[in-house]
C-alpha cells in the first residue's frame, strides 16, 4: 500500500486514494494490474474497506491488501446566547457555539453592592442562582441575568448605659449594618467615621457635664443605588 492503512476524514470532504504498488520476481512491475474492489462515499459516515489484489502473467495472486476509510459525521453545533444587565456579568457571554450532547455551564457574578436577581433560561425564571449548566445540548437556547441594589438595613442599638444618664456620666451606643460600606455616627456632641463596623464609640471624650438633649445618628452608604439609610437615637442628661 501506498500511504497508510487507515485513513479517516469528515464527510462531505473530498478523498483520493494513494493506491498501491506490485512487482513480481519475474514479470518485474505489475503495479497496472492492480485491480480495487470497494469504494468510499464522503457524503455517508460510515467504515469503508478498499481490497487490492493483483496477478502475475502466470496467474499466481499476491495477498490481497486492505486499506479502512472512516468517514466521520459533521458534528452538529448549537448556539447558546448569555448577557446580562448592568451592575453585574455573566460568563462566558455572548454567543457560544456547543456540540450536540455537550454540557455548557455559566457563572453568574454581581458586581459590589448588588445581587442577582433572577436568571433566565429559555424564558423562564430560575431564581438567584451563581450558576447554571445546559446539559446534553440538543438545541439552541438562551440564558440572561439582571442584578438589583443589596438594601442597606441599620440597627442602632440603644445608648449605654441607658438612654438617660446623670450629669456627670459618660455613654455609648452602637450599632449593625448590612449592605454598607461605609457608616458614619454623628450628633450634637460628637462625629466619627466608623466604616462599616458596630464598633461602640463614645458619645463624648469624657463625662456629660451639661443637661440636655443629645442625639446620635448612623448614616449608612454603599457603592450602589441603594438609598442612604440613617437611624438616630436620643440621649438625655
Given at each position: 500500500l501506498l500511504g497508510s492503512s487507515s485513513v479517516t476524514l469528515n464527510a462531505n470532504t473530498s478523498?483520493?486514494?494513494?493506491?498501491?504498488?506490485?512487482?513480481?520476481?519475474?514479470?518485474?512491475?505489475?503495479?497496472?494490474?492492480?485491480s480495487v474492489s470497494g469504494s468510499v462515499n464522503t457524503a455517508v459516515p460510515g467504515?469503508?474497506?478498499?481490497?487490492?489484489?493483483?496477478?502475475?502473467?502466470a496467474g499466481n495472486q499476491a495477498t490481497p491488501v486492505t486499506r479502512?476509510?472512516?468517514?466521520?459525521?459533521?458534528?452538529?453545533?448549537?448556539?447558546?446566547?448569555a448577557s446580562s444587565g448592568s451592575n453585574?456579568?455573566?460568563?462566558?457571554?455572548?454567543?457560544?457555539?456547543?456540540?450536540?450532547g455537550n454540557n455548557q455551564t455559566y457563572?453568574?457574578?454581581?458586581?459590589?453592592g448588588y445581587a442577582i436577581a433572577s436568571v433566565i433560561v429559555d424564558g423562564?425564571?430560575?431564581?438567584?442562582?451563581?450558576s447554571y449548566t445546559f446539559t446534553n445540548v440538543q438545541a439552541a437556547h438562551?440564558?440572561?441575568?439582571?442584578?438589583?441594589?443589596?438594601?442597606?438595613?441599620?440597627?442602632?442599638?440603644?445608648?449605654?448605659p441607658s438612654s438617660t444618664i446623670n450629669v456627670g456620666q459618660s455613654a455609648s451606643i452602637s450599632f449593625s449594618s448590612t449592605g454598607a460600606t461605609n457608616c458614619t455616627v454623628s450628633g450634637n456632641i460628637w462625629n466619627a467615621d466608623l466604616g462599616a463596623t458596630g464598633t461602640p464609640v463614645p458619645v463624648s471624650t469624657?463625662?456629660?457635664?451639661?443637661?440636655?438633649?443629645?442625639?446620635?445618628?448612623?448614616?449608612?452608604?454603599?457603592?450602589?443605588?441603594?438609598?442612604?439609610?440613617?437611624?438616630?437615637?436620643?440621649?438625655?442628661?
Amino acid at each position: 500500500l501506498l500511504g497508510s492503512s487507515s485513513v479517516t476524514l469528515n464527510a462531505n470532504t473530498s478523498y483520493v486514494d494513494q493506491g498501491a504498488t506490485a512487482t513480481d520476481n519475474i514479470d518485474g512491475n505489475i503495479t497496472s494490474r492492480i485491480s480495487v474492489s470497494g469504494s468510499v462515499n464522503t457524503a455517508v459516515p460510515g467504515t469503508y474497506t478498499l481490497t487490492y489484489r493483483v496477478l502475475d502473467a502466470a496467474g499466481n495472486q499476491a495477498t490481497p491488501v486492505t486499506r479502512t476509510v472512516t468517514v466521520l459525521a459533521i458534528p452538529v453545533t448549537f448556539s447558546l446566547s448569555a448577557s446580562s444587565g448592568s451592575n453585574g456579568s455573566i460568563s462566558p457571554a455572548g454567543l457560544t457555539s456547543v456540540t450536540q450532547g455537550n454540557n455548557q455551564t455559566y457563572t453568574i457574578t454581581a458586581s459590589s453592592g448588588y445581587a442577582i436577581a433572577s436568571v433566565i433560561v429559555d424564558g423562564v425564571n430560575q431564581g438567584a442562582i451563581s450558576s447554571y449548566t445546559f446539559t446534553n445540548v440538543q438545541a439552541a437556547h438562551t440564558i440572561s441575568a439582571t442584578f438589583a441594589a443589596i438594601p442597606i438595613t441599620v440597627t442602632l442599638n440603644t445608648f449605654s448605659p441607658s438612654s438617660t444618664i446623670n450629669v456627670g456620666q459618660s455613654a455609648s451606643i452602637s450599632f449593625s449594618s448590612t449592605g454598607a460600606t461605609n457608616c458614619t455616627v454623628s450628633g450634637n456632641i460628637w462625629n466619627a467615621d466608623l466604616g462599616a463596623t458596630g464598633t461602640p464609640v463614645p458619645v463624648s471624650t469624657g463625662p456629660i457635664n451639661v443637661a440636655g438633649t443629645y442625639t446620635a445618628t448612623v448614616t449608612c452608604t454603599a457603592p450602589n443605588t441603594a438609598p442612604v439609610t440613617s437611624v438616630t437615637r436620643t440621649l438625655t442628661v
